[in-house]
Every structure is written in structure tokens, then in C-alpha cells.
């Protein structure tokens, strides 16, 4: 069986909802790690789990759950891929590997999915893309190779997230380590990216561009505090704007939302 399940992920496809996550079978990011997702008519009962994206145990491979995007007749899943190199250390530390590519797989049907490597590479990322106002699709990760470099990703055509996004790097700066970014985007079609400081400052990063993602400010801390862990912001439907995560400076302390 599995003993560490994370990085869960929601979506709606048609008349039925969707919950995705990483699935391994010891510590977290652990080689074997897996991706598995169940579906649901209602929210409340849950058919049995199934295998999204299979990892054989002994490949020293590790698969990260990394979003889901719907569109009307397409569910795109995003998939981490790290290799590595046989590392066997407890956790996270195995991932040693310079590149992790994201993989993609497309479903219509939430039975066969089609799957397409190598979509991206370099990226380290946890959350799936979302409509811009100019209707690009775009989302934040980080550089597996420079942890202190925040790459946006976005597709222009959106009717097929299987084809490579362009990548554009917002700027560097000194004393940070952003990742993880997530974001909202105001009426004056500004985008505001909230990021991860794994420096652990406790406090999350900005940065913004008023270009629809193609160019964006040097980042810069913001007073909101942050375990040093992943934050969700967004847009409600009555035009209120959200920051969900856990909101305090007491270092990797989650148990409060």
C-alpha cells in the first residue's frame, strides 16, 4: 500500500468531479511515487482510485502531481517526472537530478488517457494553468537547476496543453528563492504573483506584469507571513480576491489553515 499521499488537486470535468495526488510508497517525493486520481458525481461519494500516471518502484524515478486543467471537452493532467540517478535518500533529498521534465496527459473520457512526455522541461511545478484576461493560460514553477529562478509558463493556444508552452523567467532577486507562484489577475489586467520564499523568510514574494505574463517585475517581499509553504490565491465570483495558506511566521508549521 501507500503511506504518503500529497499534493491534492481538484477540478470539475463535465458532470463529474476529479481529485488527483502523488502517491508514494514511503516519505514524501520518495522514488516509485506515483500519481493516482478517483472521480465523483457529487463531492461526497468517491469511486475507487485508479493509477493516472504509473511509476515502477524500482526506476528511481519520482512522478509529482502538478494540476489539472479543464477544458469543455479535454481534462489535462500535469505530471513532474525527476529521475533520480538511484538516489535512495529519505524524502525530497532524492531529487538530485539538474532537469525534471513535466509530462502531460489527456483525457476525455476520465478512462484512457493519452500521454505526452517531455511537454516542458527544467520546471518544478505544483500548480496547473489558469486563464489570463487576453486568454492565454499561464502558471508559475520554479528552475530545477536554479532555485532561485521563477519561470511562468504560458500557452497561447489553449485548446491543446500538450504542445510546449513558452517559458519567461521573472527576474531575479538577491536573498530569494521563489517558488511555487500562484496568482489573480485585477480589472486594470494586471497579474499579481504571490510566490514562495524557500530561503525561509517566512514571508511571501510579489511580483507583477502588466503585459499578460510577458514580462514581470523583480520580485520583492511583501509583509504577508508564510510557513515557507504552498499558498492558493485566486478571484471569487462576487469579485473578492483570496490567499489561502498557512498565513504565519512559524517555519513549516502547517497545521493551521
Not at 198 to 207: G, H, I, K, P
Not at 224 to 230: D, E, L, M
Request: hydrophobic share 35%.
Amino acid at each position: 500500500g501507500c503511506s504518503y499521499n500529497h499534493h491534492h488537486t481538484l477540478a470539475k470535468f463535465k458532470d463529474r468531479f476529479l481529485v488527483s495526488w502523488s502517491s508514494g510508497l514511503m516519505h514524501e517525493d520518495h522514488p516509485g511515487q506515483q500519481v493516482r486520481y478517483a472521480t465523483s458525481a457529487d463531492g461526497l461519494e468517491w469511486d475507487a482510485d485508479r493509477i493516472l500516471a504509473p511509476t515502477d518502484p524500482d526506476a528511481g524515478i519520482v512522478r509529482n502531481n502538478a494540476g489539472l486543467y479543464a477544458s469543455e471537452s479535454t481534462l489535462y493532467a500535469l505530471v513532474g517526472v525527476c529521475d533520480t540517478k538511484g538516489n535512495r535518500q529519505l524524502g525530497m533529498s532524492s531529487m538530485e537530478a539538474k532537469r525534471m521534465r513535466l509530462d502531460v496527459y489527456a483525457t476525455n473520457d476520465l478512462e484512457t488517457w493519452t500521454h505526452h512526455e517531455g511537454v516542458s522541461n527544467r520546471v518544478y511545478l505544483f500548480e496547473a494553468p489558469r486563464p489570463t484576461s487576453t486568454g492565454a493560460l499561464l502558471c508559475c514553477g520554479t528552475a530545477i537547476d536554479a532555485w532561485d529562478q521563477a519561470l511562468v509558463l504560458l500557452w497561447e493556444d489553449t485548446t491543446d496543453l500538450t504542445v510546449e508552452p513558452r517559458v519567461v523567467e521573472i527576474p531575479k532577486a538577491e536573498g530569494l528563492a521563489p517558488s511555487q507562484g500562484t496568482w489573480y489577475e485585477t480589472d486594470d489586467g494586471r497579474i499579481w504573483m504571490y510566490l514562495r520564499d524557500v530561503e525561509f523568510s517566512c514571508r511571501l514574494a510579489l511580483s507583477f506584469s502588466d503585459d499578460g505574463g510577458n514580462s514581470w517585475s523583480e520580485p520583492r517581499f511583501t509583509d504577508f507571513p508564510n510557513t515557507c509553504s504552498r499558498a492558493y490565491a485566486g478571484r471569487l465570483p462576487d469579485g473578492r480576491y483570496y490567499l489561502a495558506g498557512n498565513n504565519y511566521r512559524r517555519l513549516l508549521d502547517r497545521r493551521t489553515m
